[in-house]
């Protein structure tokens, strides 16, 4: 959605919560959302609820994405359409100065619809590329400042691993996963979870951590210093996505943690799932309000990946 179309489709703040409120109760009733009780009574002020049995009030930003804001919800929306039309992301800068808010409140917020974002596909299937990433993380340096472990490139680097799986087919989706390690038990675990074996062929290029794959998957490899592809299989959308997330990342997100790259996966893979969906802007909406309050946390499974937590 343009942000024209998304001016133009709510010109108010009602106009906004009331479309929060049909996407949440699509028949106009109204659950509370602490109890699910329907014995709700409305209130006179706009667009607040009291829960009869708990007696307690709430509106529809309870137990959502927009919970404990003071962000608009209007605001709330442009930040959505923003993140979704921005190919290479948006910034908590850019996003203060196209709103006018605080870098913090951006901040959170874009950090709360990537939470809604999250883990939309869980597996693929047909011709899989698979390929890795290596983002952020700088040398390590000792108390004197003398730089003692030097990032090496490639496999062996200090920097942030990342896994990235995307189908070959025109509109395949993709998954991206932040790893602990690339060793050929932790990348079998990851893709067992995320690939349906009998329906995939997958794709790799000659990294010794994809030996194992042949006893589990069909598995065709690419050795890249004799050949780019095997007839119509290559691993290029797999690096082409790999491209896009880096310059995004290395581009927007100057300082860039581990600790919040799942986040940042998840808007990236969902952009490019959604990228032929016109009614991605919506999607999105539907999430935030469905998919319960983001908490911004994740947990490190050391043997498989990290994975952002609902609560
Ligand atoms: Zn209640």
């Not at 108010?12 to 109204?30: C, F, I, M, T, Y």
Request: net charge positive; aromatic share 10%.
């Amino acid at each position: 959605m343009t942000i024209i179309e998304l001016h133009k489709k709510f010109p108010s703040q009602k106009d906004a919560l009331r479309h929060l409120e049909n996407v949440r109760w699509p028949e106009g009733k109204v659950i509370c959302p602490f109890c699910q009780s329907n014995r709700i009574t409305k209130m006179k002020s706009e667009l607040r609820y009291h829960c009869n049995k708990e007696n307690r009030t709430f509106s529809v930003r309870a137990k959502t994405i927009f919970e404990d804001s003071r962000l608009d919800i209007r605001s709330w929306f442009f930040a959505v359409a923003l993140m979704l039309n921005a190919k290479k992301g948006i910034s908590a800068n850019q996003l203060k100065r196209d709103l006018g808010i605080t870098y913090k409140t951006a901040w959170y917020c874009l950090m709360r619809i990537r939470c809604a974002l999250a883990d939309q596909v869980n597996f693929l299937q047909g011709i899989v590329q698979i390929d890795e990433a290596f983002l952020g993380g700088k040398p390590q340096k000792d108390n004197f400042g003398t730089t003692i472990q030097k990032s090496k490139r490639g496999r062996g680097t200090l920097k942030n691993k990342i896994l990235v799986m995307v189908e070959q087919k025109k509109g395949g989706k993709s998954i991206a996963k932040l790893m602990p390690n690339l060793t050929s038990e932790t990348l079998l675990t990851a893709l067992k979870k995320y690939i349906k074996k009998d329906l995939s062929i997958l794709v790799t290029d000659k990294y010794k951590g994809y030996s194992k794959l042949d006893d589990y998957f069909n598995h065709i490899t690419i050795n890249h210093s004799k050949q780019f592809s095997k007839g119509k299989i290559s691993i290029n959308k797999a690096e082409n996505f790999i491209g896009l997330l880096k310059r995004g990342l290395v581009g927007q997100y100057h300082k860039l943690s581990a600790k919040y790259l799942p986040f940042y996966l998840s808007e990236f893979t969902f952009r490019y799932n959604n990228s032929l969906d016109k009614n991605s802007f919506s999607k999105a909406i539907e999430l935030s309000v469905n998919k319960g309050k983001c908490m911004l946390r994740y947990k490190c499974n050391t043997n498989n990946h990290v994975e952002i937590c609902q609560l």
